[in-house]
């Protein structure tokens, strides 16, 4: 069992940077893959990044490639996701989600197990 929070979130001018957080109980975090989702308003669950259990390996989605990073620190059980140069479409919120798996990552996760109960970010132009 994996319980996931997230925080990090917040009001942030467009052109500014937030760094998300997410925290993981459970003793086996370093064998699940990580990712980052985000849901606006209206629209599909999507992912954003993803990051191997080794953090050898990452995936972003091509609106965020280039202005957002994914890192995890297993010793810390905690993944992060650093976001600079926001947009207004970056507006939504974002949910930390976990696949069990020691594969690399080269595709968005599909059918994460667990997820957390996601933190609010809004991008104002």
């Known amino acids: 069992q994996v319980q996931l929070v997230e925080s990090g979130g917040g009001l942030v001018q467009a052109g500014g940077s937030l760094r998300l957080s997410c925290a993981a109980s459970?003793?086996?975090?370093?064998?699940?893959?990580m990712a980052w989702f985000r849901q606006a308003p209206g629209k599909e669950r999507e992912c954003v990044a993803a990051?191997?259990?080794?953090?050898?390996?990452?995936y972003y989605a091509g609106s965020v490639k280039g202005r957002f990073t994914i890192s995890r620190d297993n010793v810390k059980k905690t993944v992060y996701l650093q976001m600079n140069d926001l947009k207004p479409e970056d507006t939504a919120v974002y949910y930390c989600?976990?696949?069990?798996?020691?594969?690399?990552?080269?595709?968005?996760?599909?059918?994460?197990?667990?997820w957390g109960k996601g933190t609010q970010v809004t991008v104002s132009s």
């Open positions: 990051i191997s259990w080794s953090g050898g390996t990452t």
């Open positions: 989600a976990a696949q069990y798996g020691l594969a690399t990552v080269t595709a968005p996760l599909r059918t994460p197990e667990y």
């Open positions: 459970g003793r086996t975090f370093s064998s699940y893959r």
